[in-house]
Structure formats: C-alpha cells, structure tokens
C-alpha cells in the first residue's frame, strides 16, 4: 500500500507538472521603453516560450547586433561577381549590371535554374550558426518586390518565399530575430543596382508603382505575422533617394506604409530609411503618432571623393564625428539602428561601384574621377587594397580592427544597434562579416542568440501554432499529428520512468 500511494502520488505530481507547465502565461515583451526596442518589441503571441536572458543572459537592453543577408535575394554584383562574370565576352552594352538585366540577358527559364541554385547554396545554416556564435543574435534579409508582386512584363523570376522561409526557420532554430527589408520597389527608388534595376528611377512617377509596392509590402508583412515568433521587424524600403524625390512626398509613402503594416502587425517593428538626409533633417521623416519605430541610417566612408583621400588616423576619428547628431537623434526622437556599414575605406572592391564603372582610387570612375583619389602618392587596388586578405599587411588588419572597433563603441553602445553589411561575400574582404570575424578584424560577442523552448517541455517539439516551414497543409497537418504522438510518448515514458525508479527504491 505504502508503494502503491507513493507512486500514486509521483505519477500525480508528474501529470500535474505538465499541466502547469502547459497552462504557464506566455512572456511578454515591453512596448514602453527604447531599450525595449533593441531586440524585442513583439511577445511570442502563440507560445509560451521563455525569453533569451533565461537561456543565456540576454536582455532587453541588449542592441542590436546584427549581419545582412544580402546579395541572395537580390543580387548584387559586388557580392557574387560570378554570376556576372559569365557575360564579359559580351560587348559591353549587352553585359549585365544588375538583376534586371541579368534576368533578362539570361531568359525566365535559366535565370530561374541559376538563381534557384544560388538562392539554395549562397546562405546555410552554417552560416548562421556561426555568426550566432560570434554574438549575431539579429539578420537583416533584403527582398526585391517581385518576390511578391510580379507581372508579366517583367523579366525579373520569383520563387524567392519557400528559400526565405528556409532561413526564417533555421532562424528559429538558432534563436535569431530577423528584419524583413524591402530592398527594392517598381521603377527603381534610387536607380542603385542594390534596388534590383540600376539607372533612371521612376518608382514615384507612377501611382502604379507605389500601389504596387504597397501591395509587395503588405504581403511581406503578413510574412512577419505568419512568422511573428522569429520576425520582429519590417524595413519600409531600401534606400528611397532624396536626390531623386522630394522629402514630403517620399514622408507620405512612409505615413501611407505605416498605416497599411499596422493594419496587418500592430506590434512589429516599423523601420524607415532616412533617405540620406542629415540627421537634423530627420524630424521631417517621422509622425508623431507612430509607434514602435527605428530610423535606419546607413553610414560608409568611400562612396566620397573626399573620404577615400583621409588616412586611417582621419578615418577613426570621422567616425564620432559622422555620429554626434545621430546619437542626439536617437535620444530625442525614435531609435536609430546603422543598417548598413562595413570595414571599407577604399572603393577597389570589385564592382562597388557597379559592374564596369571603375573606381575613385585609381581615377577610373565613370564619370566621377579623372586622377586616383587616395591618402598616398601612388594608388593602387592590389596588396592591403585588393581581394585577397592573404595579402593583408598586420598593419593593415590593425587598422581594420581598430575602425571597425571605433563604430562599434558608437553603434553597439549608444544607438539601438546595427547591421554589417554583408554577411559573407565572394572577393570583398572588407566587406565580409564571417571573414572579418576570422581574421580578427571584427569582434566577437557573447552569444545572446538561443534556441527557444517549446512551451511544453524542455524538450523541443514544434507547436502547430509557431510552425511556419514552407510546406503544404497536408505536410503542417502530418508534422503536428507526429509531434502529438511525441508528446504522448514522452509523457507516458517519463511516467513509467519515474514508476520504475520509485518501484525499485522500496
């Protein structure tokens, strides 16, 4: 009888602790202060699943310490050269220089076959998991709106969403945040091959073309929502140029925006670009009424004629300088996070400039530079200034070291946080988290960037509700059947477990 009562009582207690552990509230998250919007603006509304600072000390004044995934879905020629490469035997107004192109010299057929390859292989798991380990906890993933919104005139190919929601899982699995960003919008809102079309832009001469990245954008958002577990952050657009459209026009999209994201996401981040206005002039891009919002800056010291003339000593201390309204900004009005930056003070990287327009350092940009523009007597894109990081002088690697090093005591530690650009690349060392981390010129941080548990257990079963892989119906209905009977299993298991252990203690 005594045995019998005792493990009554343990099979009793067990039962009754899985039920509490099923029945725990879900965390939230707070939506009051800025610090908050570091890293979490949005609870986990499906799961109660515990917050990184139980896993791995994280907090919600932890910034925002993140890597872009750029140069996949939307390509860019400084990125990937190779994928542009194949057309130099052709005269030179018939080669490539941007996605629009490409897909068009290619044909949907095989730019599709090309694309779908290196949307498959460009970014892994691996990649991830290794970033995490070097302190990552968020990912910025760049989106060209015909990923969502594609008409037949177009030569653009879509297919992007189910290699999207490939990385939103992984994303998940590592316990990454991510940043959903607009990356290009119809017509072009800059005329940048990074919009996906380089030349004349014409995105706001056409109502057409802003109903139609509205609509891009909305589906993007419900993306956010489908995911709201892993995506905390919406990017508006990429880089709407100033030089190209008035401030107060380019303002109404942004109010027009926020209306339709809230409508879908009231709690995500929303994050606009300052479309290279000076940090005074920023007011000008923000209502008053908005919430949960961030200014996204971008700030790089060799797209100037002048900046690529200063030495190393002028370079570091540019950096507090370019950072002083910013910081004012960021205190008096919404946060700022640096959504782009890199370790670059030369403009030698392959195409940086785009495919074919040569470079400021050795005088050869179209257009721009009739004699090398450089701190030195003779200007040259080989040695520390070249592709190959082999080449590096230890000077040279201190130096990177120490740059990166002064941007990051401003943007980790005074501002919501950032974003390098890019996550890897194939020849632009400069330019290249995971290699920078490598050689030694990027630091590394404590790992925020955690599993999250499944409210069920310690155990790891994934809930119907938080599953979002890019599967059919059939296949969600499958895997929640399967992970039913784990659950049983491991109850019952757990049960007889503890009944034998109490059996043979007696």
């Given at each position: ?5 005792l493990?009554?009582s ?16 879900p ?13 979490s603006?949005?609870?986990a ?13 994280d ?21 990937k ?10 005269n ?14 290619l ?5 599709k ?6 949307w498959?292989t ?6 991830l998991e ?50 959903l ?8 809102q ?11 832009p ?55 925006a ?12 929303f ?10 002039e ?8 908005w ?6 800056t ?72 009739d ?32 740059y990166i090093?002064a ?13 390098f ?19 030694g ?50 109850t ?15």
């Amino acid at each position: 009888m005594k045995s019998q009562a005792l493990v009554g009582s343990a099979i009793s207690a067990l039962l009754l602790s899985l039920v509490a552990v099923r029945a725990s509230p879900p965390v939230s998250a707070s939506s009051e202060s800025k610090s908050a919007l570091a890293v979490s603006t949005q609870a986990a509304a499906t799961s109660a699943q515990p917050s990184d600072a139980e896993l791995e000390g994280d907090s919600d004044t932890t910034p925002i310490r993140g890597a872009n995934i750029g140069g996949v879905f939307l390509i860019e020629p400084f990125i990937k050269p190779s994928l542009f490469d194949q057309f130099l035997s052709r005269n030179k107004a018939e080669i490539p220089v941007d996605e629009w192109t490409f897909t068009a010299a290619l044909g949907k057929a095989e730019a599709k076959r090309q694309l779908e390859e290196h949307w498959a292989t460009f970014v892994t798991r691996d990649h991830l998991e290794s970033m995490a380990e070097s302190g990552i906890n968020w990912i910025r993933i760049p989106i060209g709106y015909w990923a969502f919104n594609l008409t037949d005139g177009e030569p653009y190919v879509d297919g992007q969403v189910p290699y999207i929601e490939r990385v939103l899982e992984w994303s998940r699995d590592i316990g990454l945040k991510v940043e959903l960003d607009l990356h290009g919008a119809p017509g072009s809102q800059n005329g940048y091959d990074n919009s996906g079309r380089r030349g004349v832009p014409e995105w706001l001469h056409s109502r057409i073309n802003v109903d139609r990245t509205l609509d891009a954008l909305a589906k993007m958002t419900k993306m956010a929502v489908d995911w709201s577990d892993v995506v905390y952050g919406i990017q508006i657009l990429n880089e709407p140029s100033r030089w190209k459209w008035e401030v107060k026009d380019i303002f109404a999209f942004y109010n027009e925006a926020y209306d339709l994201v809230r409508s879908i996401a009231p709690d995500v981040l929303f994050m606009i670009h300052d479309t290279f206005l000076g940090p005074k002039e920023w007011p000008t891009l923000v209502a008053p009424r908005w919430t949960q919002a961030l200014m996204d800056t971008h700030i790089y010291q060799m797209f100037d004629n002048y900046m690529v003339t200063i030495n190393e000593t002028a370079h570091i201390d540019m950096v507090a300088k370019m950072a002083e309204d910013i910081t004012k900004f960021d205190k008096s009005s919404i946060g700022v996070v640096v959504g782009e930056f890199s370790a670059a003070t030369h403009d030698c990287t392959k195409y940086i400039n785009g495919l074919g327009r040569g470079s400021r350092w050795e005088g050869t940009l179209e257009g721009i530079a009739d004699h090398p523009l450089c701190p030195f007597d003779t200007c040259s894109c080989t040695g520390d200034y070249g592709s190959n990081p082999a080449e590096f002088s230890a000077h040279y690697k201190g130096f990177l070291r120490n740059y990166i090093d002064a941007q990051l005591a401003v943007y980790d530690q005074e501002l919501a946080g950032w974003f390098f650009w890019n996550f890897r690349t194939e020849g632009a060392p400069e330019w290249d988290y995971i290699l920078g981390v490598e050689q030694g010129w990027i630091p590394s941080f404590p790992r925020t960037a955690m599993p999250k548990l499944n409210e069920s257990s310690a155990i790891v079963f994934e809930d119907a509700q938080t599953s979002h892989a890019a599967t059919s119906e059939a296949g969600q209905a499958m895997r929640q059947s399967a992970n039913s009977v784990l659950g049983i299993a491991f109850t019952l298991g757990m049960v007889a477990a503890t009944t034998c252990y109490l059996l043979l203690s007696l």
